[in-house]
């Protein structure tokens, strides 16, 4: 059975654990492929980001971080980000994280959530976030460099609460 909670500060060995072979990757996240643990877990845990686990009976097999997306006039909007750990993808962590967030972001009287840089070729993402009624409103072309793809687009994903 998979729970979601509130991240504690006990969690965040299992966070990087989580966060570097996606950072290291490069293929989904805008961090630099050598980010240290010391600032991806500052970066993570960002003032302004509340950020959860998914733990199942193994541990902890996802994270994600809720915010607002902008400050002052666009603070009614909310974003996350996530990341599931790589034995656990495909097996409905990031659907349940996304359902969370969703339901969290209403709690939290966002009115919307956008994601800003979805990048096209991770396409699980963007089919999920499609399946949960997120529409492309923006596509930036060649705004990713993806190190086997080259210059590819990312999209601007947004669904109203």
């Not at 666009?74 to 349940?96: E, L, Q």
């Not at 060649?142 to 609460?161: I, K, N, S, T, W």
Request: with cysteine; proline share 4%; aromatic share 12%.
């Amino acid at each position: 059975m998979l729970t979601i909670r509130a991240a504690k500060l006990a969690d965040t060995g299992a966070i990087w654990r989580i966060l570097e072979p996606v950072i290291r990757a490069a293929e989904t996240y805008t961090l630099p492929k050598d980010m240290e643990q010391e600032d991806a877990i500052a970066y993570w845990f960002t003032p302004g980001h509340e950020v959860f686990v998914a733990e199942d009976d193994e541990g902890i097999v996802g994270t994600y971080f809720l915010r607002a997306n902008q400050r002052g006039g666009g603070s009614h909007i909310a974003n996350c980000g996530y990341i599931t750990a790589p034995d656990a993808t495909g097996k409905g962590v990031a659907r349940a994280m996304c359902a969370h967030s969703l339901d969290h972001a209403r709690e939290r009287g966002f009115r919307a959530m956008q994601f800003n840089f979805v990048v096209s070729t991770n396409l699980r993402a963007v089919k999920l976030w499609q399946a949960f009624g997120f529409e492309i409103a923006g596509t930036l072309p060649r705004a990713f460099q993806h190190p086997e793809a080259g210059f590819v687009d990312a999209y601007v994903m947004y669904r109203e609460l």
